[in-house]
């Protein structure tokens, strides 16, 4: 061995704990968690250290019993499936729908049989079977799923306590830390990779709706969505969920946190409980900031208000700038969305906001998420139909266009490479308001881009497919 080698060893073995079996025999029925490992005794290694080496094969040891591989009769219509960047368990040429066997992974999280996986993995199932590492197979029972997070869980019903795996804590979760996955990619049963946590709450990356994944490096492909990614103690810390075709050593798991809050609701009520505020929001880019008059680009921007919600009876108003939603100071999008899920029903939350230059404290009592709501309180249809300003070409918006729901000007062409094109302004968009000025028609159209002058900052509220927009970009000199 060389003396690099031998000096690299020496730091991984130094920076290794001894290993803790993550499998429990005698644990009670309810979800496994780290206190149950902490309480264990194990005999340590008599030098105190661990090679990493034997770290992973004690780590397959005592994980390997509680993964199991899940297969399932789905039926399936390819043709109406959008291509995209992540695979997640499947390929192949679009087919008509028919019937079709596909393979995931699963980790057991109970003694009795329960069991957590992708809500992908067992989508539209007409049948699913669970397999053991004893070769032992179970007809499984659906006891929920939600697409939102992409979060199932599945129970099977055996004489004898099953083996649980551990589930840890992801909050503690650090960039560099060990990542170990288990599935069964590709059909490959029970496969065991290795690699590191390469980043923290990744988002944007269109898998989910509430999106906070941990990234890894560790080989994932497809087969192994539904399966654990675990750490150095053999805990569950993500469930496996994507993977990102366009670039190799890029996976996605779930953080086991979350996924813990979600198979909890869906094993007491069969469905996930989220609160809700009633509002569409948002990034605060600096250029919105600018044009709102905002100094700092803190918060997210409200660009839309359901109506009969708790955001419209707290007077919540678009335009509005929430920098902080029940004490905690909001960064992002995504942060608020999680906050906003996350908080119980009924409770109310103080909401801080920019509002004129000033700071105003709202109070909003959540009241529980459904998609009626969303549908009923906010949707609407982007139907529509000379002046040209600010680089725009625009025609007034019909009201029987909308359906009666809003008012505005028809963008018809946007010139090209002019501020408004490089902002994102798109034909077909309909434009609402100018500044603080409401848009209904030509006249206000023109009145309110009349009073802009080159080198100001315009913001447009548009309408772009029944969603709500702010642009802003600076009029060109």
């Known amino acids: 061995m060389n003396v690099s080698r031998a000096m690299v060893l020496v730091l991984m073995a130094a920076s290794l704990c001894a290993a803790t079996p993550a499998c429990e025999k005698k644990a009670p029925p309810e979800l496994a968690d780290k206190t149950s490992v902490d309480n264990q005794k194990t005999k340590p290694p008599a030098n105190g250290l661990i090679s990493a080496e034997n770290m992973f094969m004690q780590v397959s040891r005592d994980v390997m019993p509680s993964v199991v591989n899940i297969r399932v009769f789905q039926e399936i219509d390819t043709s109406k499936m959008p291509d995209d960047s992540y695979h997640r368990g499947g390929g192949g040429e679009k087919k008509s729908p028919h019937s079709e066997q596909s393979q995931g992974s699963g980790v057991i999280i109970s003694e009795d049989g329960y069991i957590i996986t992708n809500a992908h993995v067992v989508s539209d199932s007409k049948d699913i079977t669970v397999k053991l590492s004893d ?79 941990i990234q890894t490096d560790a080989s994932i492909n497809p087969g192994n969505s539904g399966g654990p990614l675990l750490n150095s103690k053999g805990e569950v810390i993500g469930i496996n969920t994507a993977i990102m075709s366009a670039g190799q050593g890029i996976s996605f798991a779930i953080p086991v946190n979350n996924a813990k809050e979600v198979a909890t609701s869906l094993i007491e009520k069969g469905k996930v409980v989220r609160g809700w505020l009633g509002v569409g929001i948002q990034p605060l880019t600096p250029e919105l900031a600018d044009g709102l008059g905002l100094t700092g680009n803190t918060g997210v921007l409200v660009n839309k208000i359901y109506k ?46 920019i509002r004129d230059g000033g700071t105003k404290s709202l109070t909003a009592r959540l009241d529980e998420m459904s998609d009626k709501k969303m549908t009923e309180g906010g949707k609407e249809e982007q139907k529509a139909e000379l002046a040209k300003a600010l680089g725009l070409t625009v025609h007034p918006a019909d009201s029987t266009m909308t359906g009666g729901k809003y008012k505005g000007v028809l963008v018809v062409e946007v010139a090209g490479g002019s501020a408004a094109e490089k902002a994102g302004v798109m034909p077909g968009d309909v434009v609402t308001s100018i500044g603080k000025a409401d848009v209904q028609g030509l006249d206000d159209f023109r009145k309110a881009a009349g009073r802009l002058k080159k080198g100001d900052t315009a913001v447009l509220m548009v309408m772009r497919r029944g969603t709500p927009l702010f642009i802003a970009f600076r009029m060109e000199p």
């Open 135 to 213: 070769k032992r197979e179970f007809k499984a029972k659906l006891v929920g799923a939600d697409a939102k997070t992409d979060i199932a869980v599945l129970k099977i019903e055996s004489k004898e306590p099953l083996p649980k795996a551990v589930l840890g804590d992801s909050s503690k979760l650090q960039v560099g830390q060990w990542a170990i996955a288990i599935g069964n990619p590709f059909g490959l049963d029970r496969t065991l990779t290795v690699g590191v946590v390469s980043g923290m709450g990744r988002a944007d990356v269109g898998i989910t709706q509430y999106e906070n994944f």
């Open 308 to 353: 009969g919600s708790p955001s419209e009876k707290a007077g919540v108003r678009v335009r509005d700038v929430i920098v902080m939603f029940d004490g905690v100071e909001i960064t992002d999008v995504h942060q608020l969305q999680s906050l906003v899920a996350g908080t119980k029903v009924g409770k109310k939350a103080e909401i801080k906001v």
